[in-house]
Structure formats: C-alpha cells, structure tokens
C-alpha cells in the first residue's frame, strides 16, 4: 500500500545545471500537484497535472520549469538552468479523480530537496 | 499575498496544555484542511471541514469555521509531545461540487513545539 513516492530524496546542482524530480502517486490516483516550499515558510502550489494534461499551471514560473505527468511512468518536474533562488523542497501530492467519496484531501509525498551550489 | 495566514507563527507550549491556532483567508472557499508537517517530512491531512459546516472533531482535534470572518480555527486538546510539528490551513476554491479534485492554498504554518 505504498503512498505517494518521490525521488530523489535529495537532490544536489551546480548553477546552471538541470534538476528533475519524480513523482509517483498512490496507486489508484491520476491527478499530481507539485508545490515548492522554502526554509520556515509555507507551501506554494506550482502545477496540477492529470495523465497526460495539464490542467493548471498558475504557479509555475515562466522560465526555465516544466512539469509532465505521461501516460506510463512517473511525473516529472524539470527545472533548467538551474539558480540558487531554486534551492527549496519541492513536494508531490496526488488524488483521486474525484468521485462521491472524495473528500478532497491531498495525499502528500516527503519531498526532493533541492540544494543549488 | 497568501490566501491562507496563520497565526501565531510560533506557538510553544507544556504537554498536556490545549494548543489553539487560527487561519485567515481572502477569497471564497468551499472546504478548508488542516494538516501537519514534521520537520523534514512531508504533509499529513487532520481534518477538512466543509464551507456548510461550523465545527468537527476528530479525536483530540477540533477545527471551527467561519465563513463570514473567513477564518478558521484548530484546536489539539491534551498536546503531546509528538504533537510537535508545523500546522497549515488549507483552502480549497468555492464553486467546487462536492467530490471533484482540485488544488489546494496553503497557509503559512504555525510552528508548535510541544515540551515535556
């Protein structure tokens, strides 16, 4: 009954390399969101994604970040060209579809951690 | 801005003192969550209460909502010291039926720390 699992766990880049971080939800689950959280502050959403279809990226800045979730296999999020500013854990939560028993909770991985030198 | 703002930032108190911590949000919801995060882990959901409903329990937890102050308010009773942990609210967007995924904003978090 595994959760929702992210890897690497930590995550180390030189500036102006590339970054990516997987994410597999709970089996059973087709939607992903990706937030970022920096030292002592709260989560901030990036991107929500179902297989294959993005369905929102508000929070995902313009440059530089992408994020796809395909049909086989994990979701990605890639970050190019990576700065120190993008040093920060970046988590992973899935859910449901959706359905009468849904309670709309998120189910949250225990996160990549990226440190940019 | 944040959508979601908790306050205290810090709260520290003795084991088996109740803990009290309040969220404030801008925009119209229709659920709010509370969940936790030890440190370096990632997050756990508590509790969601509906936008049609004031009060919940779950266990030593006890979340109130107010959808014309639009805050909310989580209550541990009886802390532990496992209770140590960040606390954030939740908000999930109004207009939403019931059953449908969607994301959620997160709130700043209240750092409880729990001493013996």
């Known amino acids: 009954n595994a959760g929702v699992m992210q890897n690497p766990r930590h995550l180390v880049r030189r500036r102006g390399q590339e970054a990516r971080l997987r994410c597999s939800p709970m089996k059973g689950h087709s939607h992903v969101y990706w937030y970022r959280q920096l030292p002592e502050e709260g989560l901030k959403f990036m991107v929500y994604l179902q297989k294959e279809n993005i369905i929102d990226e508000s929070g995902m800045p313009k440059e530089r970040f992408s994020a796809e979730f395909p049909k086989e296999g994990p979701s990605i999020l890639r970050i190019q060209q990576v700065v120190r500013g993008d040093s920060a854990a970046y988590f992973c939560?899935?859910?449901?579809?959706?359905?009468?028993?849904?309670?709309?909770?998120?189910?949250f991985g225990e996160g990549s951690r990226l440190t940019v030198l | 801005s944040q959508q979601g703002e908790e306050d205290p930032q810090a709260l520290s108190i003795q084991e088996g003192e109740n803990a009290t911590m309040n969220c404030s949000y801008k925009t119209s919801i229709n659920n709010l969550q509370w969940y936790r995060q030890n440190s370096g882990r990632g997050l756990v959901h508590l509790i969601l209460i509906r936008s049609n409903e004031r009060e919940k329990h779950s266990g030593r937890l006890r979340v109130t909502l107010d959808t014309s102050k639009k805050s909310s308010s989580l209550l541990i009773t009886a802390s532990r010291a496992a209770d140590t942990a960040s606390y954030f609210c939740?908000?999930?967007?109004?207009?939403?039926?019931?059953?449908?995924?969607?994301?959620?904003?997160f709130g700043t978090g209240t750092r409880l720390q729990v001493t013996l």
């Open positions: 939560a899935s859910s449901p579809p959706g359905g009468s028993y849904f309670t709309g909770e998120l189910f």
């Open positions: 939740a908000t999930g967007p109004a207009g939403l039926e019931t059953g449908t995924a969607s994301k959620l904003t």
